[in-house]
């Protein structure tokens, strides 16, 4: 396979099936998303399988640097291996299109001018216009996104 190929996915490939992808928000601060069968992802995220799994990856196998900032024995507690090592991590909240909240905030994020450089072109597209940290985010499948107030 060439360097440059890359394998689009589709929405009915992710539909119903755990599904998890990332961003970066306007300070290069990474966040994993677990959208939890939602097809309403950004459609960047959808651009290539080759570089959504090299990011999956690079995280998974960077050293945790922090405990976990859920509460321990809790449902959150098992989603937070992003979170030890840098990235914010985001659920889906069932029954809520394009809905996620906050599951794990790192106490030192992890930013995008730490990863490796062909993976910097594919995350840069998949930049939110919102800061990471708010308890809850709308996120669309064109990319825009709002954090939300409850």
């Known amino acids: 396979m060439e360097a440059t190929s890359h394998t689009p996915l589709t929405r009915e490939e992710i539909a119903g099936v755990e599904f998890d992808w990332f961003a970066t928000d306007p300070d290069g ?3 994993q998303f677990l959208a939890a069968g939602d097809e309403t992802v950004p ?3 959808l651009a290539s399988e080759e570089l959504l799994e090299a990011t999956h990856v690079w995280l998974d ?3 945790e640097i922090e405990e976990t900032s859920a509460p321990a024995g809790g449902f959150d507690e098992h989603l937070c291996a992003p979170q030890r090592r840098g990235a914010f991590v985001y659920d889906h909240v069932p029954g809520e299109a394009g809905m996620y909240r ?3 905030a790192p106490r030192t994020p992890v930013t995008l001018d730490a990863l490796p450089a062909h993976l910097h072109a594919y995350l840069g597209t998949l930049r ?3 800061a990471f940290g708010a308890a809850r985010l709308f996120i669309g499948p064109d990319g825009h996104a ?3 107030t409850d």
């Open 61 to 63: 196998t960077r050293p």
């Open 128 to 130: 939110l216009p919102v």
């Open 146 to 148: 709002r954090a939300l």
């Open 43 to 45: 459609a960047a995220a």
């Open 102 to 104: 906050l599951v794990a």
């Open 29 to 31: 601060h990474l966040a």
